[in-house]
């Protein structure tokens, strides 16, 4: 096996736990690894420190394991295990009223790489590494074996997979081949469409969100703004709203919040949905709503775009903030991993600030249970949301 030796003093990241090795960090590489392999990581004093799969770039090993343990059958079979161990303890995997949640999340997980989407009886299985892509038969095969309501698994990751892999995956199905099921949360139905939807199908990371905005939505006029499939407007819809209006700019989005309106309301006439642009959209809605959503696709996907990251984020909430009814709320959100929690609320302070509107914040927000953060690991903390009292 490839051993991939650190420079003297690199191994303190290590011996704290973080889950990545940067190639700055590396002394020498003993053997040729391919990407994709699975090496172990020593000391400059050669002693063991990790066990994980060689990548190019600037991470070159995501770490499977600190202990010096084969990565087989075994080791894929505990890992998985724990994540649905701990879905069980959380009330997710067990529960009659939700069954769509993310059993793996990367490193929160201690899977660097890997992300599994499970909706009803479906796995979706998500590789952002090529040693993941590598494993995804074996992950397959215990996914089915672990999860008894699971007998379907799709493998999506084209469009995942680092740019420079040498590897191209083909989405495709690894068990079964269902294309759609109709998969619940808090008790509300979805369409779950891993063949044609956004990522693996569905977002269910807004799920307490959502559940939340149901709650302040009674008697309200709400605009959801990149609502994608749908998710925050059923929920406005049964905590009582008077109007419920979607806005994304793909209409296939729009075509599948329809359909999902149409399953748990149907003929409802609250709800309208436009395939438009939402900076058209939100140039001139005046007074007409009171609550507003605003969950734009991550604006800075690398760490380079933040400038104008940030600046669209104030771009939007300001918008929001000109026209909202007084006495309005809003939700606003960031998936941007690259943009932290200050600099995003620094962004809507702008925003707010622009708009000389009294502005109180009422709830911060996060990712739920289901998108753990490894401790050792803060970057995985991506989700950001602020709840905003609009005078
Ligand atoms: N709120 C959604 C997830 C949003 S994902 C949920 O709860 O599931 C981001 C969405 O923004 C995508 O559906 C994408 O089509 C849409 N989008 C991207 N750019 C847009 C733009 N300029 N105007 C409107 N929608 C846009």
Redesign the pocket.
């Known amino acids: 096996m490839t051993t991939i030796q650190l420079k003297p003093k690199r191994e303190e990241n290590i011996l704290r736990f973080h889950p990545w090795i940067f190639s700055g960090a590396i002394a020498k590489i003993t053997g040729n690894p391919q990407e994709g392999d699975i090496v172990r990581v020593v000391s400059a004093n050669q002693e063991f420190l990790a066990i994980g799969h060689y990548q190019i770039g600037s991470i070159m090993v995501r770490i499977l394991s600190f202990t010096d343990r084969p990565i087989d059958r075994t080791f894929w079979h505990e890992r998985l295990k724990a994540a649905y161990d701990m879905r069980l303890a959380l009330h997710l995997a067990n529960s009659d009223t939700t069954n769509a949640y993310r059993l793996v999340h990367g490193e929160g997980d201690n899977l660097p790489g890997l992300v599994i989407d499970i909706y009803g009886d479906t796995a979706v299985v998500q590789a952002h590494s090529v040693g993941m892509h590598y494993a995804k038969y074996v992950i397959a095969e215990l996914l089915v074996e672990i999860i008894p309501a699971v007998n379907n698994v799709y493998y999506k990751s084209e469009g995942t997979m680092p740019f420079k892999a040498p590897v191209k995956p083909v989405d495709g199905y690894l068990i079964g081949d269902k294309t759609e099921t109709i998969a619940l949360e808090n008790g509300l139905k979805f369409h779950a469409n891993w063949l044609d939807g ?1 990522k693996t199908g ?2 269910v990371d ?1 799920r307490d969100n ?1 559940s939340l905005l149901e709650h302040y939505a009674h008697g309200r006029n709400v605009l ?6 749908g ?2 407007s059923f929920y406005a819809m049964r905590g009582g709203a008077n109007l419920v209006h979607s ?4 209409a296939k ?1 729009i075509e599948l919040t329809n359909k999902n309106i149409e399953l748990n309301f149907p003929g409802d006439p609250r709800h309208e949905a436009y395939a ?4 058209k959209f939100l140039e001139d809605i005046k007074d007409r709503y009171d609550l507003i ?1 605003l ?3 991550a604006f800075a996907k690398h760490r380079d775009a933040l400038r104008n990251a940030l600046r669209g984020y104030t771009r939007l909430n300001a918008l929001a903030f000109e026209q909202i009814r007084p006495g309005g709320i809003l939700f606003t959100f960031s998936c941007s991993q690259a943009v932290s929690k200050e600099q995003f609320r620094l962004a809507v302070f702008t925003a707010a600030a622009q708009s000389g509107r009294s502005v109180r914040i009422l709830h911060q927000l996060t990712q739920p249970v289901d998108h753990p953060v490894n401790i050792y690991h803060p970057e995985g903390e991506y989700l950001k949301g602020l709840v905003l009292y609009v005078e």
């Open positions: 956004q569905f977002f807004q959502r959801n703004m990149f609502c994608y499939t998710g925050f806005v994304d700019s793909s989005a438009v642009d939402a900076f959503i969950d734009p696709p």
